[in-house]
């Protein structure tokens, strides 16, 4: 893999998922950061539309006194606590007031060495405001937490002036289309509404590619022909081969481990159950079976529980060949967050992976 750095030479335009036309909904989102598709499609304008290639990301990525790789937080957190699953914490007192459905992933507590922890104090300041948390995470960090399974409390404290805790604004921007002769807004089509993301100063996207390209370039990223400074950065490389490194360590040792999802991850399957072939999505692999509890045993079975969020819906567009401007909206995909962690018995290999 290659390792390259995009850096916006102006806002960038990045559409969600949703159906967008101005006379049905006047208001178009922006997604960030952006997905495979937009950085794929990106390429494809220095690559070429019949060069197959693979990426790595999109990850972000900040330069000071040096380039280092951000990575997503992991969702497995109140504040700096870290969670666990419920049946790994045999000590809990919550153990014989928890009711739950011994079908669906264990539920997640709080260590019980930690609930004597003051959390109201957590990063309080002098000011008594409280400090910003780390929404992403960079690489000296993530390291630490592969390498221990620790992440310390002043690791998740914003850097002053770093935007770590989200390194964009978000630009709202009008576009009104006047009636010839007039001085009126046209009443089909005369108005809508974008959102812009603007990265702060020193934040770049990254990504890995396994095709060699010349840099610096100049590509298209997004909508309204926005342009991207494309620059080659090993060092960016060299930071994930070290991350890959310890966590394909921690898969040989075995044993209880967390998995910590980095990218967007679409577990998606035909179900045919009702009579029609339909796609579902779940927060999880599909082959990852679960580990109920019955009777206070637990069952075999390899993931034990997940941390996760609101899902990210991704679309991106089928083109004709025999006519490439034309194209029609995808069918959704609902792609479970970067930073959820899973929490397993074993670690177990995706069907992807296994030959």
């Not at 108005?191 to 702060?200: A, M, S």
């Not at 072939?277 to 009777?295: F, G, V």
Request: charged share 25%; glycine share 8%.
């Amino acid at each position: 893999m290659y390792w390259y750095k995009l850096t916006p030479l102006d806002i960038l335009m990045l559409r969600d998922a949703k159906p967008f036309s101005p006379q049905e909904r006047a208001w178009a989102g922006s997604i960030f950061p952006p997905n495979g598709h937009a950085i794929a499609a990106a390429l494809r304008g220095i690559l070429g539309e019949k060069k197959d290639f693979n990426i790595v990301g999109p990850f972000l990525c900040y330069e000071n006194k040096g380039n280092s790789l951000y990575l997503p937080r992991p969702l497995g957190f109140v504040k700096s606590t870290p969670l666990v699953p419920l049946v790994w914490e045999t000590a809990s007192h919550l153990h014989n007031v928890v009711l739950r459905d011994q079908t669906q992933p264990c539920p997640l507590v709080k260590p019980v060495n930690l609930l004597t922890e003051d959390e109201e104090d957590d990063f309080v300041k002098g000011d008594d405001s409280e400090a910003k948390f780390r929404q992403y995470l960079p690489y000296s960090v993530v390291k630490t937490y592969l390498q221990t399974g620790k992440i310390e409390k002043d690791d998740w404290q914003v850097i002053s002036g770093s935007h770590e805790d989200q390194p964009w604004t978000i630009e709202t921007r009008s576009h009104n289309t006047i009636e010839q002769g007039t001085r009126q807004v046209k009443d089909a089509d005369g108005y809508f509404v974008e959102n812009g993301i603007r990265l702060h100063h020193g934040w770049s996207l990254a990504v890995g590619i396994d095709e060699n390209i010349d840099t610096p370039s100049s590509l298209r990223l997004g909508g309204e022909g926005h342009r991207t400074i494309l620059q080659r950065c090993d060092e960016l490389g060299e930071q994930w081969a070290s991350l890959q490194q310890q966590s394909q360590a921690n898969f040989a040792r075995g044993g209880k481990a967390i998995a910590y999802l980095v990218t967007p991850g679409t577990f998606e399957r035909k179900d045919k159950s009702q009579g029609r072939e339909r796609a579902i999505c779940r927060a999880y692999p599909w082959e990852w079976k679960l580990a109920p509890t019955i009777n206070g045993n637990q069952t075999r079975g390899y993931l034990v529980s997940v941390a996760t969020e609101k899902l990210v819906p991704i679309s991106c567009r089928f083109r004709e060949k025999a006519e490439a401007s034309k194209s029609i909206p995808a069918p959704q995909v609902f792609a479970t967050p970067p930073g959820t962690l899973y929490y397993l018995n074993q670690p177990q290999l995706l069907f992807q992976d296994n030959e």
